[in-house]
């Protein structure tokens, strides 16, 4: 057998072809049959017009709403088909292809049979104006479609295979591509060019074709020109044309569809599966929706490129025809599973016990220590929880995700932490830094072979509805990182390329982490010069933790004899697993920590049925702080203008002024950092399943944004709204004037040790600052690897 490419635009979207020798396959059983169609058609009638539950005839009325509404379509849950007849379910099972046209040409029958008997009202659905408009005739009874629901078990796009072609499989994944709609014929009329006669042939489905006779049947005579007579000649060898005007149409769309993340073994590329999509089901998801597909796994022949045409004939591609799509939860939520009563009863009495979120924080990443790491497992806690989404009056969206970011050294479980969350997240995407663009962040447009553009989502579009962990956050480009910003505060993606005008939903929570400029913390420098991020990307992080590898003898203690025995109890679950011994219990932890699939099902509990207010005094205490710290600030600045006042000489007033503003900048209390505290409590809430944040809830958060953004901001790395210090704004300005007066425009690169020099008195903290900076807005370019820089703008 030899291999052929993909078709068009699908070129790139499936990792492999099927080949096989027949053209069509055949069934053993004679399920096709003329007696066996006539007979399944019948039933199939019977069932739309007897079905009832209860007294409702369920799918009788819904013919009826849908053919009254102008939608042509019915939708029918293969539950109902089964309990109603076992073999009907089947058949539609294991010969979809055969029988599907049968049910849908028994919709029709039905409805045809309705119009007759004069359509019988339909509840609130009924419109006498609509109905006297319909003629009783057979006539006016449009095709419809059949919609398909199924609750079979659902078959991952890896797993599909030979066994599963021309069967009815449910494929659940997220929509990465969805093309433009267009339309599609489904009978082609043909006229021959000799004798005008006009035949119609039909089409086949979702990417196949139709075959043109090479002969026609009809005599001169039968054109009604009046040349002809009885017994002439019948026309020549391939005499009919298309005819687009008298053809019909249909709305077809191809959607690529990919396995979820956490449906992705570990080192394993994602898999993809084409998806072809017709009439009621296009333009239903947009790029980022999880859906599950009920469809018929189908194979078409690729189109070889002109190389090897006429060579791999034997080759087709795999894709699914749907005819059912069912979008996941829309609420930003998705991926959530099912519940049952028993254990939806088991976890609110597990939170009706006292301590719930004690016990809840020390089950994030449990096999990380150190006394450094309890308000990050908190933080990460509350990140997980999220906060709660808000719908304003005038249609504006707050959101309810939080975003934590985590500066600091090397080998202190920054990247540890990323991996759980991904784990425990109902939804959960890991990316780095280093490898991530702007367009596989947020979402790309791509032309195809045929010249067509078409919408591909990114990262932050596949976890909507989940957490995005970016690692090395630092290695990535200024401009990637500018890319993400409307997608992490306003929560949507807008794309405005190449015709395509959309906004793509990203409602997601962001964890990142960064190291230090330098690799590690460098203790002489402040930590504004240890971090290099615009003010911009951090003030978008509800919660900043500076990330320390301290040298204390009792904290080495504690965390060596923590890795010890963490591989030690490894050591001895990986021989008991190969024993045979144990396994169920092994999950849960000894001292009463929640294991990770029961955290699992916590958290995805816990986002889908609470969603905190807070409480009249948790507002009250928020308030009061926010409004204290403000007070703080202002009396800051105020002293620090008195004594400037007060001061001797003009050395005096600004070294009191750059004290009065390092003071002022301690405290980096915005609106946006307030709305951060009211996330963080709802948060806390959640973790408990309460129904509104108290004042212990408000508390905690308060304690979080102090030992996290508050302490960060001491540390000189954010100001009040993420920028660099005021005490070190000054210096940084005149450091940055005097690099400009040494480095003219269209001057010769200069050595670093040089330009340092021709500075009077430079702070080597500020110089190193202010050289990163101008390198970063591309005013600097460093030249022999790092040695000379060039003024370029």
């Known amino acids: 057998m030899r291999r052929a490419p993909t078709l068009g635009a699908m070129s790139e979207w499936d990792t492999g072809s099927i080949s096989f020798s027949s053209q069509r396959l055949g069934s053993s059983r004679d399920l096709s049959s003329r007696d066996s169609l006539t007979v399944a058609r019948r039933e199939f009638r019977a069932f739309v017009r007897g079905f009832r539950e209860g007294e409702f005839f369920l799918y009788r009325e819904q013919l009826i709403r849908q053919y009254r509404r102008a939608e042509p379509w ?27 046209p049968v049910f849908e040409s028994s919709i029709k029958d039905t409805l045809k049979e309705l119009i007759g008997e004069g359509l019988p009202a339909s509840g609130e659905d009924a419109d006498p104006d609509v109905a006297s408009a319909v003629a009783a005739s057979s006539d006016a009874a449009p095709d419809f479609q059949l919609s398909l ?23 659940p994944g997220i929509v990465v591509n969805a093309s433009r709609t267009a339309p599609k014929a489904t009978r082609v009329a043909l006229r021959c060019r000799n004798c005008g006669s006009r035949i119609f042939a039909p089409v086949s489905p979702a990417f196949g074709g139709f075959s043109i006779p090479r002969r026609c049947n009809a005599l001169r005579a039968d054109a009604g020109d009046g ?102 939860d829309d609420s930003g939520t998705r991926g959530a599973p099912a519940f049952s009563a028993e254990e939806e009863e088991e976890l609110r009495a597990m939170a009706a016990e006292p301590g719930l979120y004690d016990r809840l924080w020390p089950s994030v990443a449990p096999a990380i220590s150190g006394e450094y790491t309890n308000d990050i497992k908190k933080a990460v806690l509350c990140l997980l929880m999220g906060g709660s989404r808000k719908l304003l009056p005038d249609g504006t969206r707050l959101r309810g995700d939080i975003n934590v970011l985590m500066l600091g050294d090397p080998s202190t479980a920054k990247s540890q932490f990323l991996k759980f969350v991904e784990r425990v997240a109902p939804v959960g995407v890991y990316t780095s830094g280093k490898g991530s663009s702007a367009a596989g962040l947020t979402a790309s447009v791509v032309r195809d072979q045929r010249g067509e553009f078409y919408l591909e989502g990114g990262a932050m579009v596949l976890g909507d509805g989940g ?37 793509l939903n990203s409602r997601t929570a962001v964890l990142a982490a960064a190291n230090p400029v330098f ?8 930590a504004a010069e240890n971090i290099d991020f615009m ?53 849960e932890e000894s001292d009463g920590e929640m294991g990770l699939h029961r955290m699992r099902r916590f958290i995805a509990f816990a986002k889908s049925r609470v969603a905190p207010r ?33 001061a001797g000489n003009s050395h005096q007033r600004a070294a009191a002024r750059a004290e009065g503003h390092e003071a002022a900048s301690v405290v980096p209390i915005t609106v946006r950092q307030l709305e951060a505290l009211v996330r963080v409590s709802e948060a806390v809430a959640k973790s408990e399943l309460a129904t509104h944040a108290t004042v212990d809830h408000a508390d905690e958060a308060i304690r979080l944004f102090r030992q996290s953004t508050l302490a960060a901001a001491k540390s000189g790395v954010v100001s009040a709204e993420g920028g660099l210090p005021a005490h070190l704004q000054r210096k940084a300005r005149d450091v940055e004037a005097a690099i400009q007066r040494a480095l003219p425009l269209g001057s010769e690169p200069m050595a670093l040790e040089r330009l340092r020099k021709s500075i009077a ?18 005013e600097l370019v460093e030249v022999d690897e790092g040695r000379r820089v060039r003024r370029n703008k």
């Open 74 to 100: 019915l939708q029918v849950d293969m539950r109902h088909l089964s309990s109603y007849s076992k073999q009907l379910h089947d058949l539609i099972r294991d010969a979809p292809n055969d029988y599907i």
């Open 149 to 171: 629901v199924s609750d079979m078990a659902p078959t991952r796009i890896r797993s599909i295979t030979a066994a599963h072609m021309n069967k009815l499989v449910v494929v």
């Open 227 to 328: 040349d002809g007579a009885p017994g002439d000649q019948p026309c020549p060898l391939d005499p009919f044309v298309v005819v687009p005007d008298h053809s019909a149409y249909t709305d077809a769309q191809t959607l690529k569809l990919q396995e979820a993340p956490e449906d992705v073994p570990t080192g394993e590329m994602p898999r993809h599966v084409i998806v072809a999509a017709e009439q009621s089901l296009v333009d239903r998801v947009a790029p980022g929706a999880r859906v599950r597909i009920v469809g018929v796994a189908s194979i078409f022949t690729a189109k070889a490129p002109r190389a090897s045409r006429g060579s791999s004939q034997a080759v087709r591609t795999p894709y699914v025809r749907a005819v059912g799509l069912l979008q996941e």
């Open 467 to 503: 957490v995005v962990c970016i690692d090395e956050f630092d290695k990535m480009r200024e401009e990637d990182r500018v890319a993400i910003h409307e997608a992490m505060e306003q929560q949507t993606i807008s794309v405005a390329k190449a015709g395509i005008t959309t906004v």
């Open 519 to 526: 690799g590690r913390y460098d203790d002489s420098m402040s």
């Open 535 to 587: 003010p911009t990307i951090l003030s978008r992080f509800d919660l900043i933790f500076i990330v320390r590898d301290v040298r204390d003898a009792k904290r080495d203690e504690d965390i060596a004899r923590h890795v010890m025995r963490i591989h030690i109890n490894a050591a001895a679950a990986a021989a008991d697993e190969e024993a045979g011994v144990g396994g169920g219990a092994a999950e």
């Open 614 to 646: 807070l409480s009249a005094e948790a507002m009250d205490r928020l308030r009061e702080f926010y409004v204290q710290m403000r007070r703080e600030q202002r009396a800051l600045k105020t002293a620090a203008a008195a004594s400037a006042v007060d």
């Open 761 to 778: 008195n430079p702070d080597t903290n500020v110089f190193r600052w202010v050289l990163s900076t101008m390198k970063r807005r591309d």
